[in-house]
């Protein structure tokens, strides 16, 4: 069956430090896969979209990586700061269904 | 532009009474979205339009579930009659494409149903 995973637990990480969060897929070929972050209470808010055929793509702080082998995005935030705490969600999106699934997120905590 | 603009923010009905969710998309945004979040099943894919078609309504839980685009600027969703199980927070989104683009979500409508 087809499944996209994101760690369920809390991640929490110091103010200065690099959050690394990771959306694992299967029985998916992504044309391209997005990352929202959702803050309590609000909906999600776009933050970056990366290709099949791009490795990497960067947007300030933001860092996304996308490995179709492995079948894997990395979501990084260097410099993190209270502001970034949040629940972040991946989204695929697959021609074959030709709609955008969504990962059911990880929270992020950044503490002074 | 102020966004998408869902209404009403929260709603609470009894079992059995016809709910009615609204949503005006981002001006000049072909496609709009449903979406439906739950702890247990995250976000979920209700229908889509495009240009005020709907084109993919498989996301649809059951025939007590409706929607509407009647022009660009304006789409419903209608339960009739609500269920417990209907409880949920329900997303509007729009986008400029369905590929390729971003979607622009409104804050959501939270439907509790007693």
């Known amino acids: 069956s087809q499944k996209i995973e994101q760690n369920s637990e809390a991640l929490n990480i110091q103010e200065g430090k690099t959050a690394t969060l990771t959306c694992n897929y299967t029985?998916?070929?992504?044309?391209?896969l997005q990352w929202y972050r959702q803050d309590p209470g609000r909906g999600p808010v776009f933050l970056l979209l990366i290709r099949e055929n791009e490795k990497e793509k960067r947007k300030e702080r933001l860092k996304v990586t996308f490995d179709t082998t492995l079948k894997q995005s990395l979501f990084h935030i260097t410099a993190s700061q209270p502001a970034d705490s949040a629940t972040y969600l991946c989204a695929l999106f697959t021609g074959t269904a030709s709609k955008l699934t969504f990962g059911t997120g990880t929270r992020l905590q950044v503490t002074l | 532009d102020a966004g998408v603009i869902q209404s009403p923010r929260h709603e609470v009905t009894e079992m059995g009474q016809e709910v009615t969710l609204r949503c005006k998309p981002i001006s000049g945004h072909d496609y709009l979205f449903w979406y439906r979040q739950t702890m247990m099943r995250g976000l979920e894919l209700l229908i889509y339009?495009?240009?005020?078609?709907?084109?993919?309504d498989s996301g649809m839980p059951e025939d007590r579930f409706s929607a509407k685009m009647p022009n660009a600027s304006f789409s419903t969703l209608k339960i009739q009659p609500s269920e417990p199980r209907d409880s949920a927070v329900y997303f509007c989104?729009?986008?400029?494409?369905?590929?390729?683009?971003?979607?622009?979500f409104g804050s959501g409508t939270r439907l509790t149903v007693v």
């Open positions: 339009f495009n240009n005020n078609v709907p084109i993919d």
């Open positions: 989104a729009s986008s400029l494409a369905r590929v390729n683009y971003g979607y622009t």
């Open positions: 029985n998916y070929s992504p044309a391209y």
